[in-house]
């Protein structure tokens, strides 16, 4: 089966500017998970989606990240304005359920450098 | 609050030989799963192995082993034989049973020399 795929690879863009990643879940998987991975540290959870409810947002700096998953399948991230502190890796995963303990699938992950 | 601790930045074994990464959790949910992800430096994160808390024994998967304690919070994974493909970040992480949330550990470095 197909894994997570993600798009951009990678991203360059000034501060103030304006940018979106896309993630494509593995089929079927009802959860998807965004995570922010800064150099050195582990990921952070950004925002979680059931379906397309949102179940956790709670970490997601709000005034200039959203996110969207619009009929419970592909989801797109979006940074505006973004700042210096955004440079990082957005990690995109899914979960097959709700069920407890699954194991979570990682895209690639698109890496971004604000400049 | 739920809570990940990896104290080790960085570590070094010789080929062949066995290390043990070690990650402490701390979390109110009386039922919670573990996991181990290895990050190579291409950046994709892969799933090692997965312990949950009501297991009895611990979890094994091929050279990989979690030496789960309970009582102390800890669940240390355990690599033996190391192999030069095995360096790379090891993160650990717990999901909670409110939500699947996942709670990431800062990670350790880890080093194969030949």
């Known amino acids: 089966e197909a894994g997570v795929a993600q798009s951009p690879r990678y991203k360059i863009i000034e501060k103030r500017q304006s940018v979106a990643f896309w993630c494509n879940p593995i089929?079927?998987?009802?959860?998807l998970y965004w995570y922010q991975q800064i150099l050195g540290q582990g990921p952070k959870l950004l925002i979680q989606?059931?379906?397309?409810?949102?179940?956790?947002d709670s970490q997601l700096p709000k005034d200039r990240f959203s996110a969207e998953r619009l009929k419970g399948v592909d989801s797109t991230l979006k940074i505006q304005p973004a700042k210096l502190e955004d440079s990082a890796v957005y990690l995109c995963?899914?979960?097959?359920?709700?069920?407890?303990?699954?194991?979570?699938?990682f895209g690639p992950g698109t890496r971004l450098t604000v400049l | 609050a739920q809570k990940i601790t990896q104290t080790q930045p960085g570590m070094f074994v010789q080929e062949k030989e066995a290390v043990t990464l070690d990650c402490t959790y701390d979390t109110s949910d009386p039922s919670y799963g573990l996991f181990w992800y290895k990050q190579p430096s291409s950046g994709e994160m892969i799933f090692l192995i997965y312990q949950g808390s009501y297991d009895q024994q611990n979890a094994t998967e091929g050279r990989y082993s979690l030496n789960f304690q309970k009582a102390r919070k800890s669940a240390n994974l355990v690599i033996s034989a190391s192999q030069l493909g095995d360096s790379a970040m090891y993160f650990c992480a717990m999901e909670g049973n409110t939500g699947n949330q996942f709670y990431f550990g800062t990670g350790t470095s880890l080093t194969v020399i030949p």
């Open positions: 995963a899914s979960m097959a359920g709700r069920e407890l303990y699954n194991e979570q699938f």
């Open positions: 989606f059931q379906n397309n409810g949102v179940v956790d």
């Open positions: 089929s079927g998987h009802a959860t």
